[in-house]
């Protein structure tokens, strides 16, 4: 009966060892690039369901194309506006029907209809909204994306990262694949939000009938004491100055997979890190506003975009040259072991 409640596999709790996902013999170590596939809005303001924009779309299909030239699938985890949007479909449409793109779904509660919530830090972590109003969002989104570009989407990400206890039980309902929400190393409690710290960076399965996937944002602790970072950072949330200092100083640097406040330099020594550490698949991420100067903190004027482009480039060099294949929602689901 839809609404009652049977408890089912929760996201917001750590995996068991056993939970590990394991992949083909031939896999390997492989990457993929996210895009949390948004509006555009004011980040220092609060949130809004009417101040926003959409005039960066366009944006993509330059960024798609740029993708293409290495051999690159991305997967654009669309919003509602974005979804909604003339402008979806002209700049990634042909590239979704090809097969060298692809969409999932980013939920942005405060964004999404049905509007029956108040607009508020605490509800912009869909998790924490009731179960029917969270499972209503989710589904009017996901109709619209597969209505927009006439494919059906199998990886979800919550906007701001804001996974709930019973999200995992809608995206089952719905035959999502992928969740790809949790960001590990991060605790975002301090505003209602999960808490991540203590999730890995394997990927994983959510529940005992292996049919949600999680595959988490890459983040990893650099330095003599990265293998004390996830006890040690916590405490140095509060103290940003100590935190620079332990990071100029080489001891201990947090470097999440993202081109948006992080170096290089510092991505491929994050690179270096993660695939020591025998990580099968690393999972890069930005927000698509960042693709158009003056709509993100990271992309300010023609300059930022050109080196944020370098960026990736970099970044695709690098990997290419320590031989980590691209890969994508659907190569990841065809060579997961179910068993």
Same mark, same amino acid.
């Given at each position: ?46 949130? &809004?369901?009417?101040? *926003?924009?959409?005039?960066?779309? %366009? ?12 051999? #690159?699938?991305? +997967? ?19 590239? #979704? ?18 509007? &029956? ?21 989710? @589904? ?12 059906? %989407? ?24 992928? &969740? ?35 595959? %988490? ?7 003599? @004491? ?5 006890? @040690?950072? %916590? *405490? ?26 992080? +170096? ?51 970044l695709f060099t690098f990997l290419a040259q320590r031989g980590v294949k691209p890969t994508s929602v659907a190569d990841i689901m065809a060579s997961v072991e179910l068993a």
């Open positions: 009966m839809k609404g009652s409640f049977l408890p089912g596999p929760n996201l917001l709790e750590p995996p068991r060892p056993s939970d590990l996902a394991k992949f083909r013999e031939g896999f390997g170590q492989r990457f993929i690039v996210t895009v949390d596939t948004e509006e555009e809005f004011d980040w220092e303001a609060p949130l &809004d369901r009417k101040r *926003h924009t959409v005039i960066t779309i %366009p944006a993509l299909r330059k960024f798609q194309q740029f993708c293409e030239g290495f051999g #690159v699938v991305p +997967t654009y985890l669309i919003d509602y506006p974005v979804a909604a949007s003339s402008y979806a479909a002209e700049a990634l449409g042909t590239a #979704v029907a090809k097969g060298k793109a692809e969409v999932g779904v980013q939920l942005h509660p405060w964004v999404s209809p049905p509007f &029956d919530e108040e607009v508020n830090e605490l509800n912009s972590y869909a998790g924490n909204l009731p179960y029917e109003l969270e499972r209503e969002k989710f @589904l009017r989104l996901r109709d619209r994306i597969e209505q927009t570009f006439d494919a059906a %989407p199998l990886i979800y990400r919550a906007g701001r990262y804001g996974l709930g206890p019973r999200t995992a039980e809608i995206l089952t309902e719905f035959g999502l694949a992928i &969740d790809s929400s949790v960001r590990a190393r991060f605790d975002y409690s301090a505003s209602g939000g999960p808490n991540y710290r203590q999730h890995p960076l394997q990927p994983y399965w959510a529940d005992p009938e292996r049919r949600l996937l999680e595959l %988490p944002l890459t983040t990893v602790y650099w330095g003599p @004491l990265r293998q004390i970072g996830n006890v @040690l950072y %916590p *405490h140095l949330w509060r103290a940003p100055q100590v935190r620079g200092v332990l990071a100029r100083t080489g001891l201990l640097e947090r470097i999440p997979l993202t081109p948006e406040g992080v +170096t290089a330099d510092e991505a491929l020594r994050g690179v270096d890190i993660a695939l020591d550490e025998g990580l099968p698949v690393l999972v890069f991420s930005f927000h698509s506003p960042s693709l158009a100067p003056g709509h993100t903190p990271y992309v300010r004027n023609d300059e930022d975009l050109d080196a944020l482009y370098d960026w990736w480039r970099r």
